[in-house]
Nanobody
Framework: QVHLVESGGGLVRPGGSLRLSCAASGSIASISVMAWHRQAPGKQRELVAS???????NYADSVKGRFTIASDFSVNTMYLQMNSLKPEDTAVYFCRIYAASGPLWRDYWGQGTQVTVSS
């Protein structure tokens, strides 16, 4: 089995910062993609940022210049540094990996962590 555990969510004022962490454990043979997604109430889950083992990164337009994804594939850990937070960043944030467990490649998801941006 593969488990992802997120931490670092909470309540922050507009303009503030938060750092999310996600650690993957279990029967992981290899990870090729690490990503953060978010889902606000009444909205679909959306990709926030992703990174590959090869070093490519991708960001949603709404977070470019404010959020930074970091990863350490050697210890199956990823981070999301969120600066200049806005109320519209309020959502449950999920980490995801695309990984092999044995011969099978698939997506694995964390349980989510709430981020609330409010004054």
């Amino acid at each position: 089995q593969v488990h992802l555990v997120e931490s670092g969510g909470g309540l922050v004022r507009p303009g503030g910062s938060l750092r999310l962490s996600c650690a993957a454990s279990g029967s992981i043979a290899s990870i090729s993609v690490m990503a953060w997604h978010r889902q606000a109430p009444g909205k679909q889950r959306e990709l926030v940022a992703s990174t590959t083992r090869g070093g490519s990164t991708n960001y949603a337009d709404s977070v470019k210049g404010r959020f930074t994804i970091a990863s350490d594939f050697s210890v199956n850990t990823m981070y999301l540094q969120m600066n200049s937070l806005k109320p519209e960043d309020t959502a449950v944030y999920f980490c995801r990996i695309y990984a092999a467990s044995g011969p099978l490649w698939r997506d694995y998801w964390g349980q989510g962590t709430q981020v609330t941006v409010s004054s």
